[in-house]
């Protein structure tokens, strides 16, 4: 019983922080305050009642458009929202399942909530900020060392100092290979055409991705994004406008940090058991 409240809690908070992430993406593009103005309508400039902004009912009340000029309000609202809260709850879910401390729910919440902002971000932007993924990757260190020492804490394993700067050294390595991998791949294209095919804010979100989850799980999480992209790619290869126009698609850019961390959210969630799978089909 308690478990299912906690998930419900667990969700229902995830869903009043995607509305408040919905602010975020509102704002940071334009270089806005988050907290000044109050939420308001981005066409006639009114400002919402508190029934407005009740995360997920307000826009399905409101099916999808302000009360007074009627602006279509767009589906990354209630989208955000509900994302955010789904993973919330599983994280909350599973956390509980395994006996994880509360700090590691924590953690990993946060990192469903970035990778979120992250995907939308690039996806309408072509934008991610070093706000989130260097700031995220530096938290994410800390994050994995302090849990390290609490679960050595708690099954009474002593470690040295040497033991814990050889382990945070790895780590450190695994951000730096991630995120090398993506500069390889860009220094590969640029000889290969002469010009940008990945932009640097994809080896900082590898970056982010290794902190969080270590190397094998970066890489599963590049595997699957890369993977989502090229399907993508062709699906859009394949509708008759964009076969008219190789020329325009080709050159067409596409938000390979959406894809990655469409990858990275699975990874975190389901990395391992993919990992121990594929090791088990391979024979190892």
Not at 52 to 79: D, F, K, Q
């Amino acid at each position: 019983m308690i478990r299912i409240l906690g998930t419900i809690f667990a969700g229902l908070l995830g869903l009043a922080f995607g509305s408040f992430l919905n602010v975020c993406l509102s704002r940071w593009p334009e270089g806005e305050s988050i907290v000044h103005p109050r939420s308001h309508c981005g066409h006639c400039g009114r400002i919402l009642t508190w029934w407005e902004n009740v995360p997920l009912a307000s826009w399905l009340a409101l099916r999808g458009r302000c009360r007074t000029c009627r602006a279509w309000i767009g589906w990354r609202h209630p989208l955000v929202e509900l994302a955010v809260g789904m993973l919330w709850a599983i994280v909350a879910w599973r956390s509980y399942q395994a006996f994880f401390p509360f700090e590691f729910a924590a953690g990993m919440m946060f990192l469903m909530w970035a990778l979120v902002a992250l995907a939308v971000l690039d996806a309408e932007h072509l934008w991610l900020p070093n706000m989130l993924t260097l700031s995220g990757a530096a938290l994410g260190v800390v994050w994995w060392f302090l849990q390290s020492e609490q679960i050595g804490w708690a099954l009474h394993i002593p470690s040295t100092r040497w033991e814990d700067a050889k382990n945070l050294c790895v780590r450190l390595l695994a951000v730096l290979a991630s995120a090398g991998l993506i500069l390889l791949i860009r220094w590969a294209y640029w000889l290969a055409r002469h010009r940008e095919g990945i932009g640097l804010g994809d080896a900082k979100l590898m970056a982010l991705l290794a902190a969080w989850l270590g190397l094998p799980k970066a890489l599963l999480a590049f595997g699957m994004g890369t993977t989502l992209g090229a399907v993508v790619a062709m699906a859009l290869l394949a509708m008759p406008s964009k076969r008219r126009d190789l020329r325009t698609w080709a050159a067409q850019k596409l938000p390979l940090g959406t894809f990655l961390c469409i990858g990275g959210i699975i990874s975190s969630l389901w990395g391992q058991r993919i990992v121990n799978a594929y090791l088990r089909w391979a024979g190892f």
